[in-house]
């Protein structure tokens, strides 16, 4: 079992560049999310998906999309990407209690 | 307030110290909690659960205080694989999990030959 796997691993962007971080879990789980985390801020919750077909906002959704193809993929889509998005973004999945297993990050820079 | 606070640290010791981190939620209503430790540059890992009873794990022991709204985590004879940041971590409602579980900021642990 890979786990949580996430694509790509490190990624720099121009200011306005759009892109699309990419999010797989092989452990059958119905819940996805993506965080950042940032310096002293701790996780922060962009977006979850309690179920395929199902999407819902986090604590800062504002500048991000996402998609969850299937039960296994869940994407988070950045338009146009501004300098406050350098971060890194975590993938997680969990299935019916609230332990949460993670992805091992994509380090973005937005120049 | 953020609902959940930790001593970002760091916390510098000694091999074979034992330390202790705490961590205070303000949301009342939360319903279970957990230690989750993070090495550098890696992913969060859950480390233990948190009961009400307390609970023991080899060298680490969480307690739970609900009156004061902290929970506790300490850590006896340090070894240096102990190194990380420790997240805090609470779930506001044990039925739904999706938005509810509310990760503190971290504290660093840094154990020193």
């Known amino acids: 079992n890979a786990g949580v796997t996430q694509t790509p691993k490190f990624q720099v962007l121009k200011t306005g560049q759009s892109m699309t971080l990419q999010c797989a879990q092989d452990?059958?789980?119905?819940?996805m999310y993506w965080y950042r985390q940032d310096p002293g801020m701790g996780l922060r919750l962009i977006y979850y998906?309690?179920?395929?077909?199902?999407?819902d906002k986090g604590e800062v959704p504002n500048g991000y999309n996402v998609s969850r193809l299937n039960k296994r993929e869940f994407s988070l889509r950045l338009e146009s990407a501004a300098p406050s998005q350098t971060s890194v973004y975590f993938c997680?999945?969990?299935?019916?209690?609230?332990?949460?297993?993670f992805g091992p990050g994509t380090r973005l820079t937005v120049l | 307030r953020k609902e959940v606070e930790q001593d970002p640290g760091p916390f510098n010791v000694p091999e074979g110290a034992t330390v202790a981190f705490n961590c205070t939620y303000s949301?009342?209503?939360?319903?279970?909690f957990f230690w989750y430790r993070q090495d550098c540059r890696k992913e969060p890992k859950l480390l233990m659960s948190?009961?009400?009873s307390g609970n023991e794990d080899g060298r680490f022991t969480a307690q739970l205080n609900r009156a004061s709204q902290y929970i506790s985590l300490l850590i006896r004879d340090s070894k240096l694989s102990d190194s990380a940041t420790y997240l805090c971590?609470?779930?506001?409602?044990?039925?739904?999990?999706?938005?509810?579980?509310?990760f503190g900021p971290g504290t660093s642990l840094s154990v020193i030959p």
């Open positions: 948190v009961y009400s």
């Open positions: 949301n009342s209503a939360s319903q279970s």
């Open positions: 997680a999945s969990s299935d019916a209690g609230p332990t949460q297993y």
């Open positions: 971590v609470v779930n506001r409602n044990q039925k739904t999990s999706y938005d509810k579980v509310i």
């Open positions: 998906s309690a179920s395929e077909g199902t999407t």
């Open positions: 452990m059958n789980h119905n819940s």
